[in-house]
């Protein structure tokens, strides 16, 4: 599988992926009703480097982002978000788009990755990131509101980068 960065053309498969995951509504923190120049705004916002993976065939089965959790004093953490295509889900394409964005962390100079706003219903997610060994640091209780469930709680999950080579 061929992980590169993205490019404007890209975009039409990046937001066919990344829209169905925002109307279910169950893991990002986006409005279910956003429209197409909102999701771009969000994935691809000031800042952010995106990223694409693709299938032995070309098109494109995922995407994350990469960028500084905060600015500043706070700009050797990183933070990142990911989407795969609903088609290609549990074939471990995620795992492998976390795996990358580590290593472009670490080469680009971050000593630690954190993740915000980990839905804690999403528990392939929380579960995944467990064994890419990130650590729950930080519950945030009732912070999301799932469309299903109600209110549930947000996790904030961290790992460190510093010493690995």
């Known amino acids: 599988m061929e992980i ?8 039409p498969s990046i937001w066919a992926i990344l829209e169905p995951i925002i109307r279910e509504g169950e893991t990002l923190a986006v409005d279910r009703d ?9 994935w691809q916002a000031p800042g952010k480097q995106v990223f694409v ?7 494109i089965v995922g995407s994350y982002t990469l960028r500084a959790n905060q600015a ?13 295509r609903g088609d290609q889900r549990g074939k471990g394409i995620a795992q492998r788009l976390c795996r990358h964005s580590l290593e472009m962390a670490r080469a680009q100079g971050f000593r630690a990755m954190q993740f915000n706003f980990v839905i804690s219903t999403n528990v392939r997610a929380v579960r995944l990131w467990q064994h890419m060994g990130f650590a729950i640091i930080g519950t945030l209780p009732g912070a999301f509101r799932h469309p299903k469930l109600g209110y549930v709680d947000a996790y904030v999950m961290y790992r460190s980068l510093a010493g690995e080579a």
Request: charged letters at 20%; proline letters at 8%; glycine letters at 14%.
């Open 34 to 42: 956003a429209d197409e120049q909102t999701g771009r705004d969000y």
């Open 53 to 59: 993976a693709l299938d032995p065939a070309g098109e």
């Open 72 to 84: 500043g004093p706070g700009a050797h953490v990183a933070n990142a978000g990911y989407a795969v």
């Open 4 to 11: 590169r960065p993205a490019t404007f053309a890209d975009w």
